[in-house]
């Protein structure tokens, strides 16, 4: 630090000795003089000595605190004061790899783990977030905007900082340089320069050491590794698996959920050669398990959205490799039981060009390893039997609910979710987000995790005398995914209660010249190998014409604003074709009469 701001103090006075050198003979102030006054190279040497140093110092000072708050606890121990993805600045990689093949550290005495009981916990925190997810972060961030001085602790099973989980069936797998352990990633710009990636919510910024953290004005600190084993709602004290306790003044559970494991799915022959997808941790684990040539056969169960991308991201890694990948699933066909038959059947046709294996309309009966344990066997209902080295279970989740039930909190038999009111407190002093909390119709997803945080963070910082905000449950979720060889990304938004059990109607705009594809042209919609990568809209009607649920395929998010009010009018549409057009077109893009036609929606635009 001496020798960084000596160094900018000559600096600083090499330039002034240039601006006005040392030969040069100032005016000398004498009593007799008539100006009476020093010469005014004296004067602006040393103001300019003096500026230049105190502002070199400073931002040595600056620079010092700053990498010392951001690099002192950088270690991989269950608490820290910095998020971990702050370590992918240096990723080794082998560059002659195909795909990702980053070289194996060794980690170092001072990067194990730590027990938490070698760290200073607080007695007592104004907000306690459990849960490392999407909603404790969406919390944190609306808690932050209402209450800037706030203190926050986040407490979270995983030993990972908070992250989001989309990125683990997407991103990951299409970059070309990878850190598996901490979620990043290294790409080029299309200018050539190379960018950092990360899972991790806040992956610049400092988490507070939890010791610091009520001596600090503001700051979110985290404790990984941790499980919150109950809630004393009555005294608000957490119970930590360490044996500790810590006072709330308001607490979140966001624990999330957890996937579904069949009593076949893990036993004592399966458990390492079998994943339940769910986590960093699992994503991990199927990446090694692909790079360093462990598995050669993997078999993907489920047909849902994780499954269908997943089956996308493995047949892009394995594309150049000896490795195949086959998915048994209950459905005919990838999404069935969400959008309609022609469009379905399309994916699965593309995924499957791709190389993926499908075997579908049945499900697994057992599963066991072989008499020597090198790999594992699969026998399906129909009779059909299976042999993989490793096999990923996406067979969907359930609620997290181990915490509500120990703590004696309200559960919903019927939803398996946490009891909540309309702006989802549960007790005094208690809220609740994320997918352990009921959303009506639909499954849960992303959205759904951001938006009960949101409002739960803003619910939990109100001032006194503002009305809590009430959560909108209309059931909303996206996916992204890239069949076979595609170099662009599908991707989708749902709204509403999407279920292909409703009556649908497929309109894809075929080209611009307007001319629109519907559903009654199946087969045209069927064979057309472009037809994923086009703009469309599938609507879900009722018995009644209302529209109960729609669909935007390959649409920007800017009508996504129409998309919402068009369920909350629940209006009967009979014309879903003009309907359709309010999606495709602008108004002028109309023809005469029809935007009197799609008056009856309200202010949609």
């Known amino acids: 630090m001496l020798s960084f701001s000596s160094y900018g103090l000559l600096t600083a ?32 040497r040393s103001l300019y000595f003096i500026c230049g140093g105190l502002v070199v110092t400073g931002t040595g000072l600056l620079a010092l605190y700053y990498y010392r708050n951001r690099f002192s606890n950088f270690t991989f121990g269950n608490i820290r004061g910095i998020n971990q993805s702050n370590k992918n600045v240096d990723l080794p990689v082998n560059e002659t790899a195909d795909h990702i093949m980053l070289e194996d550290r060794e ?18 925190v104004p907000y306690i977030l459990i849960g490392g997810g999407t909603a404790s972060f969406a919390a944190s961030h609306a808690i932050k905007k209402h209450d800037p001085s706030a203190k926050i602790l986040i407490i979270t099973e995983e030993k990972l900082d908070p992250y989001e989980r989309p990125p ?144 996308c991201c493995l047949a892009y890694v394995c594309r150049n490799q000896p490795i195949e990948i086959r998915v048994v699933m209950r459905g005919k066909s990838f999404m069935s039981s969400v959008f ?52 990923v279970s996406c067979l969907g989740v359930i609620p997290d609910l181990r915490l509500a039930i120990d703590s004696s909190l309200p559960v919903n038999q019927t939803s398996g979710c946490l009891v909540t009111d309309d702006t989802l407190l549960v007790t005094r002093n208690v809220w609740a987000a994320g997918d352990c909390v009921s959303q009506g119709a639909g499954e849960r997803h992303y959205p ?20 809590p905000k009430k959560v909108d449950r209309t059931p909303e979720f996206f996916g992204d995914f890239r069949p076979g060889d595609s170099q662009s990304w599908i991707g989708y938004e749902g709204f509403g209660d999407c279920s292909s059990q ?66 909350e009018s629940k209006e009967t549409f009979d014309d879903v074709e003009t309907l359709a057009k309010l999606f495709f077109f602008e108004p002028e893009g109309l023809e005469d009469g029809e935007d009197n036609e799609l008056d009856e929606v309200g202010s949609l635009r």
């Open 13 to 44: 006075y090499r330039k002034v000795s240039h601006r006005f050198p040392a030969n040069r003979t100032p005016a000398v102030a004498t009593r007799n003089s008539s100006t009476n006054r020093r010469g005014k190279g004296d004067w602006r």
């Open 107 to 124: 980690t170092s005495n001072e990067q194990q783990e730590q027990p938490v009981e070698d760290w200073e916990l607080p007695s007592y």
């Open 168 to 311: 683990l069936s997407k991103q990951l797998w299409y970059k070309s340089k990878v850190n598996p352990e901490l979620l990043s990633w290294k790409d080029k710009s299309q200018r050539g320069k190379t960018r950092i990636g990360s899972a991790f919510h806040y992956p610049d910024v400092p988490y507070i050491p939890p010791s610091q953290l009520m001596d600090s004005y503001f700051g979110i600190s985290v404790v990984t590794g941790t499980r919150v084993m109950r809630l004393d709602t009555n005294n608000q004290l957490v119970y930590l698996n360490n044996g500790r306790t810590i006072q709330y003044g308001k607490c979140l559970i966001a624990t999330g959920a957890k996937p579904i494991e069949p009593p076949y799915v893990r036993n004592s022959q399966t458990e390492s050669k079998v994943i339940c997808y769910r986590d960093g941790r699992d994503f991990a684990k199927l990446y090694h398990a692909i790079r360093d040539r462990i598995s050669n056969n993997i078999v993907i169960l489920g047909g849902g959205f994780l499954a269908t991308e997943l089956a």
């Open 340 to 391: 309609p038959a022609s469009l379905s059947d399309l994916i699965t046709r593309k995924i499957k060009e791709s190389g993926v294996e499908i075997t579908c309309e049945t499900s697994v009966n057992s599963i066991y390893s072989n008499k020597g344990g090198s790999h594992l066997l699969i026998k399906c209902h129909n009779g059909v039997k299976l042999s993989a080295d490793l096999i």
């Open 448 to 467: 759904w995790a951001l938006r009960t945080g949101r409002t739960a963070g803003e619910n939990m910082s109100l001032q006194d005398g503002s009305s």
């Open 502 to 567: 409703f009556e649908t109607y497929s309109l894809f705009l075929k080209s611009r010249n307007g001319e629109i594809l519907s559903s009654e042209d199946a087969e045209t919609m069927k064979n057309d190998n472009d037809m994923l990568d086009k703009e469309g809209v599938v609507f879900y009607r009722d018995k009644d014409h209302r529209i109960v649920g729609l669909i935007l395929w390959n649409f920007a998010f800017d009508k996504v604003p129409q998309a919402r009010c068009l369920l």
